[in-house]
């Protein structure tokens, strides 16, 4: 059998400290990629310098890296960028705070190797299996995880096909065992997709700065147009870095949050009564969750109180222009 080779795409904004450890994941792996190719989203001239020295200083490296500008701040931009240019049979979008297992990349490919029908692979987040142990650990942790399955807010761990609800949430298999099971939705985190998948799917390119869920519109078109298998493993493990490094304000995100999952749950579930029904009572649950939780804190702020709700009300405002695909008054005020 030919060698399947692999290009990896990493969108950055900041994150100096965290690329560099990324990278070195990456080019330490035992299945090495054909090329690593680096999407700049930097708005700031010193940033954009800062990473440039970088890549030059270790273009040394055995795996050809290459550097590429996009114009804008968007992480979908650049991963359609990353993509078009990708010489490889696989394009790994991975981000730019991501620490792959040695054997991550050849596991992953293993997969596709053993099925052609294999379109997109991914494997388990460590920090995802140690917050399911911890889920369960204490009363506090798991009436929080109960709370969140109720209203369908947040990571919900589910035997079986991983799938994607209309509230948006996406379900894990347990990640204590072992799984390799076909998927409904892959996460660009260390997602690996066949080459030939953008020639027809593209991530949305009015979605702009911080990644909201973009790869669940992305993924979740390619399960309901039934390309072909993608699979979620638990043979291949990579670590997220937790950091704060390229985040946006918890204003624009809660912004971001309804405006962008508004948009995905038009483009991807028919709003009929019961799915519209899912999708609000999980606005809800966000909503009663977020004040609770800074209840406990005893953080009592009337503007900090104000965000999520006026959020909520200006995705409503704007909801005629969200039904027509048209984002642009978003980036308009936060761009």
């Not at 109720?150 to 204590?176: A, C, E, M, N, W």
Request: with cysteine; charged share 25%; glycine share 4%.
């Amino acid at each position: 059998m030919n060698r399947i080779t692999y290009s990896v795409c990493i969108p950055v904004y900041k994150r100096f400290f965290e690329l560099k450890k990324t990278l070195e994941s990456i080019i330490n792996q035992s299945y090495s990629p054909l090329e690593i190719i680096i999407v700049d989203n930097n708005v700031d001239i010193k940033e954009s310098e800062k990473l440039s020295t970088y890549i030059k200083n270790i273009s040394h490296s055995k795996i050809p890296i290459k550097l590429i500008k996009n114009t804008i701040n968007s992480g979908a931009v650049a991963r359609n960028l990353g993509a078009n240019l990708a010489k490889g049979d696989i394009v790994g979008l991975i981000d730019s705070d991501v620490l792959l297992s040695k054997n991550y990349s050849k596991n992953i490919i293993d997969i596709f190797k053993s099925d052609k029908e294999v379109v997109a692979v991914q494997g388990v987040d460590t920090n995802l299996q140690r917050g399911y142990v911890n889920t369960f650990r204490s009363l506090q942790e798991r009436l929080i995880y109960l709370f969140e399955f109720f209203f369908q807010t947040s990571v919900i761990y589910k035997k079986g096909r991983p799938i994607l609800l209309p509230s948006l949430v996406i379900t894990h298999p347990d990640p204590p065992f072992d799984f390799n099971y076909e998927s409904e939705w892959i996460s660009t985190c260390a997602g690996f997709f066949h080459k030939k998948l953008f020639n027809k799917y593209k991530f949305c390119d009015q979605f702009i700065t911080y990644s909201w869920n973009e790869y669940i519109l992305f993924s979740y078109s390619i399960f309901k147009d039934k390309v072909g298998k993608m699979i979620y493993t638990s043979k291949a493990k990579y670590t997220g870095i937790i950091t704060g490094e390229g985040r946006i304000s918890p204003r624009a995100l809660y912004y971001m949050a309804e405006v962008y999952d508004r948009y995905i749950f038009r483009k991807l579930f028919k709003p009929n009564l019961i799915n519209s029904f899912i999708f609000l009572w999980s606005r809800i649950g966000r909503l009663l969750l977020f004040y609770l939780l800074n209840i406990r804190k005893k953080n009592i702020n009337l503007h900090i109180f104000l965000i999520p709700l006026s959020a909520l009300f200006y995705s409503i405002r704007n909801l005629g222009k969200i039904k027509k695909g048209d984002l642009s008054f978003y980036k308009k005020d936060f761009s």
